[in-house]
């Protein structure tokens, strides 16, 4: 095929997508190897510490394994919601 129609070919549009989106992540994983020895010595530079954590959050993992931020802020916000409507009760009783 002729570069000329390349533009044209559906394949040749579709691994500019997956190049682009490869590019992406990437550069994210860059990002995150050029952080992390960063983040590793802002909690602690003791090992002993370090380990201790990283078991706690082990821990915490296999106790809470639904634990993602998005269902946290949608279990607060369903709690929120009870309380609101227990606290509207409780004031239109006591009135």
């Known amino acids: 095929m002729s570069p000329e129609m390349w533009n044209a070919a559906e394949d040749y549009l579709e691994s500019g997508t997956v190049i682009m989106e490869l590019k992406m992540i990437l550069d994210t994983a860059d990002r995150i190897e050029e ?3 960063d983040y590793n010595t802002m909690l602690t530079n003791d090992e002993d510490q370090k380990q201790y954590l990283l078991q706690v959050v082990n821990t915490h993992r296999h106790q809470f394994p639904d634990s993602k931020k998005k269902k946290t802020l949608s279990d607060c916000n369903s709690m929120l919601t009870i309380q609101r409507s227990y ?4 004031t239109s009783f006591s009135g």
């Open 87 to 90: 606290a509207y009760t409780c």
């Open 35 to 37: 952080l992390s020895p």
